[in-house]
């Protein structure tokens, strides 16, 4: 069990309330996402591991593909045009929770990269369509290289270069 002086508290009802209340999965921007995806003809699993030893799930797979998309909130994964610079409350908490989010990123698309897979990263501030044409690109990409068995992927891949 954590010590106590090293679980982060929060500053008021109203924010322990709040906090407790975020969605992990299904927030806005997944679903707008999603819904450029689809709206692409693109289908796709959701909160799924991409690797059964991977203890960490992506947001959106597309398992024939080999293509694993995350959705990063500005706050929770340090964005460098959005996320939090100080840190008010629980100062001696945050930075070091994020930078451990940050070093779990990395080593999740590391281990995405070395099964042969694709992790792509995108910002909850993105615009949808813009996230799905770079969605689009990598499942083009990474269906056209030889770990890739042409006949599964080619349908994929037909759909994902068309444009909505």
Known sequence: ??????????????????????????????????RALHRRGLRYRVHRRPLPNLARQADIVFTRAKVAVFVDGCFWHGCPEHGRRQHHTNGWYWPNKIAANKDRDRDTDKRLRAAGWVAVRVWEHELPDAAADRVAGAITENCSGPRTRATTCAPLVQVAERRP
């Open 1 to 34: 069990m954590a010590e106590r002086w090293r679980t982060p508290f929060a500053s008021s009802d109203a924010v322990r309330q709040k906090m407790s209340t975020l969605a992990r999965r299904d927030t806005g921007p997944e679903l707008a996402l999603r």
